[in-house]
């Protein structure tokens, strides 16, 4: 299995360097089925010019030998923006979301899996609380998250005018 940490610790600087941030790297899939996502962003966000510049800062770093090893065998690449509804995986991005609507899914020992949405009150470097939907808070331990990410709400005003019934009108005469 390829260490994703050793991944970014490689990728970081080059990405840094194009003034953009390495926001994570995701492996997933096995054999020739393998997809390494690999998540840029920059304050306001990125374009297909950054994507593709960090695509071709990151492709000969990847064929290099130190690589090479963690990532035995064949993948498929992907750069892209991490996206409106980001995964949250470390504290740093939990603490980049405060403020934001989020979805938790929580593992629990003895129970099943359950899931959180709320407003991202606060963020440490351990834990984070969620003021959850109904008005009551939540103290939610990183361990405890199998996945998390932002949600996107949206708020635009729908257009003046008739509601579209999906009907077309026939003029007759």
């Known amino acids: 299995m390829a260490d994703s940490d050793a991944i970014t610790a490689e990728l970081g ?24 996502r690999v998540l840029i962003d920059r ?15 990151i492709v000969p770093i990847l064929d290099a030998s130190s690589i090479e090893d963690t990532l035995a065998g064949s993948y498929t690449l992907e750069v892209s923006s991490p996206g ?8 740093g991005h939990f603490a980049r979301s405060v403020g934001s609507t989020v ?50 709400e949206w708020t635009g005003q729908p257009k003046s005018g008739k509601p579209n019934t999906g009907k077309k009108e026939v003029a007759r005469s």
């Open 84 to 91: 409106l509804e980001r995964p949250l995986r470390r504290p």
């Open 103 to 152: 979805s938790i899914k929580l593992r629990a020992p003895d129970a099943p899996a359950r899931r959180l949405r709320g407003m991202l009150v606060t963020a440490g470097d351990d834990t984070c609380e969620v003021l959850l939907d109904d008005g009551s808070t939540e103290h939610v331990t990183y361990d405890d998250i199998v996945q998390a990410r932002t949600v996107f």
């Open 13 to 36: 600087p080059a990405i840094a360097s194009l003034d953009l941030e390495l926001y994570d790297v995701e492996i997933t899939g096995t054999g020739r089925a393998r997809v390494m």
């Open 43 to 57: 304050d306001g966000g990125v374009d297909l010019e950054a994507i593709t510049r960090a695509t071709e800062a």
